[in-house]
């Protein structure tokens, strides 16, 4: 399917591996130019590598402002303005509510809430004056179903969910489009971390601990990071025109929810 967006221009937050570079590789099969982000340079280089032509690294910080500010100029410079927004950063350290310090969830605040918002804000001008914008931030299946020890992460990203539920009406006029991608177990790094964890808790190996948590899926099996990056690029395409405020979860029907 052709989704109308050859030749525009991505930027991808959070983009060198796993989700957000599933993300990036099918904007380049769908003929996007990609900029690619991640605060490990080499990564940000391999992944910008690996998409081929059409993709270029912008290493950086995302929940530093002027880190922030430092990968949009570099976006300018290298492909210019930005059609297409697509936030996402590492997620939240879990753990109980009452045990996170005022610290950590400061940072949080900046790299999975106020990071995606700023982007937005930088990205918008040039979204209004073209009459076409796309916006997808990666936040997760727990906004829609909260976990024990995962009140960090569900907070912030509830909060980002609410503040571009708005701007999704705002910018709607503009031919802008704001969506929200909830991802559920994926056999990326976030989750890697958390079956490692909970291999060496239990004493079991790494497939085991894959295997239960695929069997509380649906459909048997973790997702995989292409699941993701297909539906991310149909929603930054022409044809999801008409979709905006919209959390679309990919879960493989993990969530116990009506809506
Ligand atoms: N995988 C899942 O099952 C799942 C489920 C629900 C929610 N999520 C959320 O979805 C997001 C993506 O997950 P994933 O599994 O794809 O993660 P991942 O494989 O760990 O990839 C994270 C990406 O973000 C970059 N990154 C991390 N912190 C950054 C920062 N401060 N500034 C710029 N780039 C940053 C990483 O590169 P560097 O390390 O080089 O910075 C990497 O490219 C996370 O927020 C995660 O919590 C994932």
Redesign the pocket.
């Known amino acids: 399917m052709d989704l109308g967006i050859s030749g525009l221009n991505a930027l991808v ?9 599933a993300s990036a590789q099918a904007l380049v099969e769908a003929g996007v130019k990609v900029g690619v ?4 340079a080499e ?2 280089h391999y992944a910008a590598k690996q998409l081929g032509n059409n993709a270029v690294a912008l290493p ?4 530093i402002p002027v880190g922030r500010k430092a990968i949009m100029q570099q976006m300018q410079q290298q492909l210019g303005k930005v059609s297409i927004l697509i936030t ?4 939240p350290p879990p753990g109980p509510v009452d045990q996170h310090d005022h610290t950590t969830w400061l940072h949080a605040l900046e ?2 809430m106020l990071s995606a918002l700023d982007f937005a804000v930088m990205c918008l001008p040039a979204m209004k004056t073209a009459g076409f914008g796309r916006i997808i931030n ?5 906004v829609r179903e909260p976990y024990a020890n995962m009140g960090l ?1 569900t907070s912030v990203r509830a909060g980002l969910t609410g503040a571009m539920s708005s701007l999704a009406k705002e910018v709607a006029p503009f031919g802008i489009t704001v969506n929200n991608l909830l ?4 056999d ?4 890697e971390r958390v079956y490692k964890a909970q291999s060496e808790r239990d004493g079991i190996s790494i497939e085991t601990a894959k295997q239960r948590m695929a069997e509380s899926i649906p459909m048997q099996r973790l ?1 995989r990071a292409e699941d993701f990056g297909h539906v991310c690029a149909f929603m930054s395409s022409r044809h999801a025109a008409y979709m905006t405020g919209q959390n679309i979860t990919v879960d493989g029907g993990l969530v116990k929810s009506l809506l």
């Open positions: 937050l959070g983009g060198s591996r796993g989700l957000g570079f982000n991640g605060r490990n990564n940000a950086g910080d995302v929940s996402n950063a590492g997620g790299t999975n990666i936040t997760s299946f727990t992460a991802p559920g177990l994926m990326t790094g976030a989750l997702g």
